[in-house]
T-cell receptor, first 115, second 112 residues
Framework: DAGVIQSPRHEVTEMGQEVTLRCKPI?????LFWYRQTMMRGLELLIY????????DSGMPEDRFSAKMPNASFSTLKIQPSEPRDSAVYFC?????????????FGPGTRLTVL | QKEVEQNSGPLSVPEGAIASLNCTYS??????FFWYRQYSGKSPELIMS????GDKEDGRFTAQLNKASQYVSLLIRDSQPSDSATYLC????????????FGSGTQLTVLP
């Protein structure tokens, strides 16, 4: 089975440009998480969806960040306008349904560089 | 105070030694604890989970939990160079069935 799929794997853009990151969770998983990882701040949760509904977006840094999950197999994280401080690795992770499910399955990440 | 704290390291141990990784958490009501391993340039992967006080062993890995002291640790016996990675401690957010708060990670290097 395919794991969590993220695209692009690498993105280099200039300050002020719009950036869209994409995630396809593992089929059958119903919870999806977007994380950002930097050396300074570690792995931070940005937003969490359950059954396509945003449950907690308190980690979204500011209005420049938005996330959507139009269906169970696709989610996007958009940054508009991007800034150099947004440079980080962005991970998407998913979990299957059921309270016994503990493991978050991470995608390979998108390395974003904003010049 | 950070919710989940780890020594960032780096921690270096010789091959064959025991590596000890430590983590403290601030929410006394936390019930579920996890260790993830992240190789350089890769994504985190779950290696251990622990829910009850005491030790839980899985192969060369032992997780230890002390809820009274709000302390969780990971021991790696017979450390191998392939164990060189960053180890992330994660705690389930109280009241959430799914959300985790991660520590900043401890970088471990096992020297041949």
């Amino acid at each position: 089975d395919a794991g969590v799929i993220q695209s692009p794997r690498h993105e280099v853009t200039e300050m002020g440009q719009e950036v869209t990151l994409r995630c396809k969770p593992i089929s059958g998983h119903n919870s999806l998480f977007w994380y950002r990882q930097t050396m300074m701040r570690g792995l931070e949760l940005l937003i969490y969806f359950n059954n396509n509904v945003p449950i907690d977006d308190s980690g979204m840094p500011e209005d420049r960040f938005s996330a959507k999950m139009p269906n169970a197999s696709f989610s996007t994280l958009k940054i508009q306008p991007s800034e150099p401080r947004d440079s980080a690795v962005y991970f998407c992770a998913s979990i299957p349904p059921g309270t016994s499910s503990n493991e978050q399955f991470f995608g390979p990440g998108t390395r974003l560089t904003v010049l | 105070q950070k919710e989940v704290e780890q020594n960032s390291g780096p921690l270096s141990v010789p091959e064959g030694a025991i590596a000890s990784l430590n983590c403290t958490y601030s929410d006394r009501g936390s019930q579920s604890f996890f260790w993830y391993r992240q190789y350089s340039g890769k994504s985190p992967e779950l290696i251990m989970s622990i829910y009850s006080n005491g030790d839980k062993e899985d192969g060369r890995f032992t997780a230890q939990l002390n809820k009274a002291s709000q302390y969780v640790s990971l021991l790696i016996r017979d450390s191998q160079p392939s164990d060189s990675a960053t180890y992330l401690c994660a705690v389930r957010v109280r009241g959430s069935a799914r959300q985790l708060t991660f520590g900043s990670g401890t970088q471990l290097t096992v020297l041949p």
